[in-house]
Nanobody
Framework: QVQLVESGGGLVQAGGSLRLSCAASGRTFSSYAMGWFRQAPGKDREFVAA????????FYTGSMKGRFTISRDNAKNTVYLQMNSLLPEDTAVYYCAPKVSDSSYYVTLNYSYWGQGTQVTVSS
């Protein structure tokens, strides 16, 4: 089992940047693809980005392409999400999770062992 702790959220003005971190416990971190998701109030949790086990391939949903960058450091058991050009609609709680299914990278149900999340608030 993997335990996760997200950090790096906060309040930022539109156009600003934040870097989220997700620290994982356990010796099996490098064997999991990892994903970032977000959930705004009253909305379903949605896919943001994912990265393969060795970091050679990344996946993004349409509105985040070109603004967000996912990366990982397996030596530190950490996955990152660099968010630039933030918009008020990016306001949400951001979560990371390991991918536990061989199916699509873009589907929330294929991930498990969620952390507590980190709040990102973008003011206009």
């Amino acid at each position: 089992q993997v335990q996760l702790v997200e950090s790096g959220g906060g309040l930022v003005q539109a156009g600003g940047s934040l870097r989220l971190s997700c620290a994982a416990s356990g010796r099996t971190f490098s064997s999991y693809a990892m994903g970032w998701f977000r959930q705004a109030p009253g909305k379903d949790r949605e896919f943001v980005a994912a990265i393969t086990c060795n970091g050679d391939t990344t996946f993004y949903t349409g509105s985040m392409k070109g603004r967000f960058t996912i990366s990982r450091d397996n030596a530190k058991n950490t996955v990152y999400l660099q968010m630039n050009s933030l918009l008020p609609e990016d306001t949400a709680v951001y979560y990371c999770a390991p991918k536990v299914s061989d199916s699509s990278y873009y589907v929330t149900l294929n991930y498990s062992y969620w952390g507590q999340g980190t709040q990102v608030t973008v003011s206009s």
